[in-house]
C-alpha cells in the first residue's frame, strides 16, 4: 500500500507532524543553526554545509526517494497554534513482512525542550506507522545518558530490550546504545 508523502499529515492535540516540503528550508536552517551545540552531541557528524540550501537538498532528495519507496518517512514537527518549526521525527530502514518494522529518530529545537514536544510527536507518529504503515515494530536506540531520549521513550510504552556495542557513529564516535521498542501487540 503506497501513503502518498503530499496528502500525509499528522495532527496531534498541540503539532502539525508533515513530510519536509522545499518551503521548509528557512524554518529547518534557522532551528538547526539555533541549536546546534544542543544537537551535536546525540547526532553523527554534521557535513561542513550543514543547514546550508545544498545540504537540504541533498537531504530532501533523499527523504523524497525514501518515502517514494517505503523505506523511509521522515517528517517535520509544528507547533499546531502558530506553526512554528520545534523538530523532527523520522521513520527509517522500514522493513516489509515478516518483519514489519522501522528505526525511530528524534530531534528537537533547543528552546522547545520541557514542553513534551517530543513526546507528543513520537506517539504521534508511532501510531501513525502501527496503523498507516501496519507496521508491528518501531525499534529506537538511545546513548545511555540521554535520559531525556529515555523518558521519551519509556512515556510511549516503549520497552528496554538490551544493549548494542558500537551501536552507531555519534559525533565521530561510535558509541554504545541502549534498544527499546514499541510493538503492535
Known amino acids: 500500500m503506497a501513503i502518498s508523502r503530499k496528502d ?3 495532527v496531534s492535540r498541540r503539532l502539525v507532524i508533515e513530510p519536509a516540503r522545499k ?7 534557522n532551528l538547526r543553526r539555533r541549536s546546534r551545540k544542543h544537537l551535536q552531541p546525540w547526532e553523527p557528524n554534521w557535513p561542513k554545509d550543514a543547514n546550508s540550501r ?15 519507496r517505503g523505506r ?18 523520522s521513520l527509517t530502514n522500514v522493513r516489509a513482512w515478516p518483519a514489519n518494522s522501522a528505526s525511530l529518530g528524534y530531534w528537537l529545537g533547543e528552546d522547545y ?6 513526546q507528543e510527536s513520537v506517539k504521534a ?3 501513525w506507522a502501527l496503523s498507516e504503515l501496519q507496521l508491528h515494530r518501531v525499534e529506537a536506540g538511545i546513548l545511555a545518558s540521554n535520559l531525556r531520549s529515555r523518558k521519551v ?11 548494542a556495542k558500537e551501536y552507531l557513529e555519534i559525533a565521530g564516535v561510535r558509541r554504545d546504545h541502549v534498544l527499546f521498542a514499541l510493538t503492535r501487540s
Open 23 to 29: 518551503k521548509d528550508f528557512e524554518d529547518w536552517s
Open 125 to 127: 507518529v508511532c501510531d
Open 72 to 89: 523511509a518517512y521522515v517528517f517535520l514537527v509544528r507547533r499546531l497554534k502558530d506553526g512554528r518549526l520545534v523538530g523532527g521525527v
Open 8 to 10: 500525509t499529515v499528522i
Open 153 to 163: 521513550l519509556e512515556a510511549c510504552g516503549f520497552l528496554e530490550e538490551g544493549h
Open 54 to 68: 545544498a545540504d537540504w537538498t541533498r537531504r530532501l532528495h533523499a527523504w523524497k526517494a525514501g518515502w517514494k
Open 113 to 118: 525542550q520541557g514542553h513534551g514536544f517530543m
